[in-house]
């Protein structure tokens, strides 16, 4: 039955046009040379959409949704398909490309060009790119094996050409064609098509026939006419059953062959005998697309395989039948006597392809019931016989008479039904784009750019230094052909691999050195090639092909040398450090096993990281590594996770930062040049539609934020959580750097502690609003015991005794900490210990210092949060709790509070939790008992916040007043005498009855001057202590005694020599301060009678009974105090 040829329809201006259907076979897809691609619904859509890729489309394929075209523009581009959105651009040649063609899974694409190169380009990672170089003319067409092991390529140089596309080499090669200078002049487009399936044949049309080649062989099998056919094929196109082959010719003719037989099954005329140049079957087999060269399209329909193939039929079964039943029972016999009755015909590999396919796979190249391979060795069961089904014709072929078995003569084995392996990532140099380009860059760090070309003209490397002070721009000539390069302050390294008469050379410009000579060289022994390089501060190193790693000065005198575990992917330097990644092993699946080295060449030689697994993300492949402008090691994997070293867990590798989170499109990248963590940022290079970017034009630098990958960061508290962790984590090099000796940028330090605690203090409040107490616990843990104090006071104003109660134990816990961290401190007198960063203790006495630094600061926050909760007072308790306040509100200056006499209960006992800066508080109203807070209305003295807050002035320095023994194994500082009262409750309460009251005597003693007097209020008005007054008065005479001192450091001498000022002297400084005049006497004579007396129970008792009947009025606020922080 002849198939119907359907009316053309005008699809494109005049030119050069091609065809190909989707992989559902729904859409018609058509580019010409208007530069249009157009889809079509079906040969009657009047409206079909378009998309314009280019002044002119001159190829296109299609397969997973995604549109690759070769464009006027010399570039291979992707589009999403149907949508048509542009996807990037797969590669780029020196001119345009003549055709393109996916392999049979989709995950390649091949292109030929009229720079007689062939490209053949991964989808998924256009980096990923192989070069077929040896046509000497522009490139006709291009087509893969279905096995994706070879691919063939026609050539106007008049050649036909197979190459293995792995070894990048050809394996033949036969001069079929017509020479001519271009494609426009070339006799025939020559478009090549190969069987699918069974892979075994290679149609070629020359001519006005077509020639088949057999895979493997190279053989010449047969030849396709037609005596009808008078003029040259242009092209060539297999059903997708791969029986039979469509031909377009130059006078348009269109032929279809049935290639077992041989015979012509279909023929039909162009209605105006234009040129055809384009062709496609449809998915299902029965309709073909064709173009003309006028731009118009047409279809064949109804070619029906059981139709075309009724002819043949009835001979191929009698033929088949006898060789089918043979092979059913002679599973040794190749040539049983019963196959003589076979015709020679029925035998050739031309005729029956897969006669000699004898590793029982089906013809789509899988098993498709890989049960029936894995049964015993000699049953044949049914379901083996399935997969023969496809071999002679498609499952539902009406025409078959027979259905043929699967076997071939040779037993069944086993097939592995694993993960496949991965192939091994290439070594490559971090900051490089890839080798095979003309113009690309072979190094972009943060020093400079290295850029390499090769073109006709020019073989030549140019260095240009971000920072001209560095060293000014260089121009090389790249004689050796060296394809890696490195650049660092010091010097420019350069390697080139081996040929088979020249060693692998490494080339040093240490551009640094003092003498005249600033180049050196070295030859690899032979067989050895240069993989990967990087230079670090005095040193460079060499990865090889025979898995050494070769360490050199920087001089070019030989150092180490050591063995690799597996081979290098790639190395970066820093300083003294070195870091190293390799294949540890093969990976599965489309993982890569890499391993990692870390070694530090400072004075103690030191492997830091053994090899341990990289982590990637899944199926990703490594695109960077380096090391921040800190020193941190850092790499980014192909999905854009950027992964940061912890050293303060382990050597952990944490991520930072997901580049493709920034990413508007699918195929655009991000390509780094640069990691730092102070300030956070990523510096990168945005890449449209490819991995990495053009030399020309210059890029544009883009600065890409961190951000931690934590839970929930749109809330509040997620948001704090990923601020805090970031800070710790990104200010971890502080430690690293200062115990390697550097200097450190300690502004910068006591700055990031700042805003950690601040953070911590914000959670903190939010965990007290949301009532969550073990959280508000685990959260002062990682607290200064400064901040810690804060808290204390946070939590009591709150009404949350349980959770001060708690708290002051913890602080007392960091102050015994303090304590045993000081003395070491100070015989080492290191200008900074930065340890236990994570756990957010105060470490050092810089640290302290940075925290006396912000005291002030913290006071006027005190102030505020007092301020504040006054007036909450006379609200009820749900308006109390709604008021709640941020204590790091910044607040500047606090209005003066009316004073209030100090409430001590009977026993003596304080308010361990009230740290203020003397400042009082209106008692509460008479009326309302329980809704005030009883802390409210407590004070200490004015002197005590500083010792807390500014805890390293006094740290060291043993306390004058005489302590009792039995709560005290040995002398505290002032901080922690300050702090020791904390746990009087719960020491008390293991105490007998008779001991505990003189225990809280002494806690009252160390603690608490006498209540403040009205007088002392003044400070709040005038917030400068008595250290302030005098050093404003001999800061020039420290200054005079050391010039060379900085501020920080001044104030340390200052306090120093404060210290060692007699107990009267500071009073009376403190008390110039304060502005007082009347009461100074009176104060002094209660100062040191209160001093004489101290140790002396009977008068201190009297003293307290004193005081108590001046605080009579309070005496209920003082006996709930006494019971909410000492109950029994």
């Known amino acids: 039955m002849p198939c119907e040829r359907k009316p053309m329809r005008y699809g494109h201006s005049e030119g050069h046009t091609e065809v190909c259907f989707d992989d559902t076979g729904k859409y018609i897809v058509t580019c010409g040379s208007d530069g249009d691609v157009r889809i079509w619904e079906s040969l009657d859509d009047d409206d079909p959409k378009s998309i314009n890729v280019g002044e002119k489309a001159y190829s296109l394929a299609l397969k997973n949704g995604k549109l690759v075209t070769a464009a006027s523009n010399n570039t291979v581009q992707i589009h999403t398909f149907p949508e048509g959105d542009p996807d990037g651009i797969l590669t780029r040649f020196t001119t345009n490309a003549t055709h393109v063609t996916y392999n049979s899974s989709g995950s390649r694409v091949a292109a030929g060009s009229s720079d007689f190169m062939v490209k053949v380009v991964e989808v998924s990672d256009s980096s990923q790119q192989k070069t077929l170089r040896g046509h000497n003319a522009p490139v006709l067409s291009v087509t893969f094996d279905p096995k994706d092991e070879f691919l063939a390529s026609a050539s106007c140089d008049g050649s036909v050409a197979v190459w293995n ?77 791969g029986k039979f082959l469509a031909a377009g010719s130059i006078g348009g003719l269109l032929t279809v062959w049935d290639v077992e037989s041989k015979l012509c099954v279909e023929r039909q005329k162009h209605e105006k005998g234009y040129t055809v140049c384009g062709l496609a079957w449809h998915p299902s087999g029965g309709q073909i697309a064709y173009t003309d060269t006028e731009g118009c399209l047409g279809v064949l329909d109804g070619l029906s395989s059981s139709s075309m193939s009724s002819s043949t039929t009835a001979a191929k079964s009698t033929k088949q039948a006898p060789a089918s039943y043979d092979n059913l029972f002679d599973d040794d016999d190749d040539n049983g006597p019963m196959d003589e009755g076979v015709s020679e015909g029925a035998r050739s590999p031309a005729n029956n392809p897969e006669d000699d396919d004898d590793d029982l796979m089906p013809a789509t190249g899988r098993a498709r019931n890989r049960s029936a391979f894995l049964d015993d060795e000699n049953s044949l069961d049914t379901g083996s016989l399935k997969p023969g089904l496809d071999k002679f014709g498609d499952d539902d072929d009406a025409g078959s008479a027979i259905v043929p078995p699967a076997g071939s003569a040779a037993p069944l084995r086993p097939v592995y039904e694993g993960p496949m392996p991965t192939p091994p990532q290439k070594a490559f140099q971090p900051g490089s784009t890839p080798a095979h380009l003309m113009h690309r860059f072979m190094m972009w760090n943060s020093v400079g750019i290295v850029r390499g070309y090769n073109d006709d003209q020019d073989n030549a490397i140019d260095v240009e230094f971000h920072d001209t002070a560095v060293h000014h721009a260089m121009h090389l000539t790249n004689t050796l052909g060296h394809t890696v390069a490195d650049l660092s ?39 050895e090639d240069v993989r990967a390089l990087c230079l670090g501060q ?294 900074l210990q930065y340890t236990r960063h994570n756990t957010g203790y105060a470490q050092s006495s810089s640290e302290l210092g940075a925290d006396r630094q912000h005291s002030s600061h913290r006071q006027a926050q005190e102030e505020e949060v007092e301020e504040e909760e006054g007036q909450e007072e006379h609200m009820d308790v749900a308006e109390s709790k709604r008021q709640r306040l941020n204590p790091f509100a910044k607040g500047t200056a606090a209005s003066p509070e009316k004073p209030s006499p100090k409430p001590v209960s009977k026993e003596g006992r304080v308010n361990p939790f009230k740290v203020s800066s003397g400042l009082g508080k209106p008692g509460s109203a008479g009326g309302q008992p329980r809704v005030t807070n009883v802390l409210d209305s407590m004070t200490s003295s004015s002197r005590k916040p500083t010792a807390l807050l500014s805890s390293s002035g006094s740290a060291g320095k043993p306390n004058k007043t005489p302590v009792l023994k039995p709560l005290a194994p040995r002398p505290k500082t002032k901080t922690q005498s300050t702090l020791l009262h904390m746990s009087a409750p719960k020491a008390a309460n293991k105490k007998p009855a008779e001991e505990r009251e003189p ?130």
């Open 538 to 831: 005095g040193w460079a190193a060499a990865a090889t092909s025979t898995l050494m790693l070769r360490l050199f000065s920087i001089g070019g005198v030989q150092r180490e040398l050591f063995s690799l575990p597996g081979p290098v992917v790639c190395m970066a330097g820093h300083g003294e450090q070195l870091l190293v990644v390799y294949h540890r092993g093969t990976g599965f699946d489309g993982e890569q096993a890499l391993g990692v080295q870390l070694l530090q060449f400072g004075h103690k030689r030191q492997q830091v990281i053994h090899g341990e697994s990289l982590p990637l993300s899944p199926k990703s492949h490594l695109s960077w590594l380096g090391f921040t402008a800190e020193g941190t090691p850092c790499f980014i994997d192909s999905e854009g996770v950027v992964r940061l070293l912890n050293r303060s867990l382990g050597n952990t590798w944490t991520p930072v930062c997901n580049t493709r989170d920034n990413c508007k499109g699918k195929s655009d990248h991000y390509w780094v040049v640069g990691v730092h963590e102070n300030p956070q940022q990523l510096r990168c290079i945005p890449c449209k539609g490819s991995r990495y970017p053009p030399t020309l034009p210059r890029p544009a630098v883009a600065v890409l934020p961190f951000k931690l990958p934590l839970c929930q960061t749109t809330t509040e508290k997620g948001q704090m959580e990923e601020q805090y962790w970031r800070s710790v984590l990104l200010h971890n090099h502080y430690g690293f750097l200062s115990s390697s000796g550097y200097e450190i940028d300690e502004e910068g330090q006591s700055q990031a502690q700042k805003e950690q605690q601040e953070l911590l203090m914000k959670m903190f409040a939010l965990s007290c609003k949301l009532e969550r107490e073990f959280r508000c616990v685990e959260l002062a843990e990682l607290m200064t015991q400064n901040v810690v104090t804060l808290a204390i006071r946070y939590a009591s104003r709150s009404r949350r005794m349980a959770l001060a109660q708690r708290l002051s134990e913890l602080a007392l816990e960091k102050a015994n900490q303090l304590q045993g961290e000081e003395p070491q401190e100070e015989e080492e007198e290191e200008p």
């Open 165 to 241: 596309i792995e070894e990048q080499t050809q394996v033949t090669s036969w001069p079929l064609l017509q020479k001519s200078n271009d494609v426009i002049n070339a006799k025939s487009l020559c478009r090549l098509a190969w069987q699918p399936r069974a892979a075994k044949l290679l149609a070629v049309p020359v001519e006005t026939t077509v020639q088949l080649y057999q895979r493997d062989s190279w053989a010449h099998v047969s030849t396709l006419s037609d005596d009808l056919g008078t003029q040259a094929i242009n092209i060539v196109a297999w059903s997708p059953c």
């Open 489 to 527: 302050q010091e010097a420019v390294l350069l390697a080139c691999p081996g040929t088979d008469e020249l060693a692998s050379k490494l080339q040093c410009l240490h551009f640094s050195s003092w003498d005249t000579n600033k180049e050196w060289m070295v030859d690899l022994p032979k067989g």
């Open 999 to 1128: 225990a809280v005597c002494r806690l009252k003693q160390t603690e608490a001057p006498p209540p403040a007097s009205p007088a002392e209020n003044v400070e709040n008005k005038n917030p400068k202590t008595g250290f302030q007054l005098w050093l404003e008065e001999n800061r020039k005479i420290i200054l005079a005694d050391n010039p060379e001192l900085e501020e920080t450091d001044v104030i340390k001498e200052a306090m120093g020599r404060f210290r060692t000022l007699s107990a009267d002297d500071r009073l009376s400084w403190t008390e110039r301060a304060k502005g007082q005049s009347g009461d100074v006497a009176d104060m002094k004579k209660r100062k040191r009678g209160e001093e004489e007396s101290r140790g002396d129970k009977n008068g201190q008792s009297e003293a307290d009974e004193s005081s108590a009947k001046k605080k009579k009025p309070l005496d209920t606020s003082a006996k709930l105090s006494a019971f909410a922080f000492n109950k029994n």
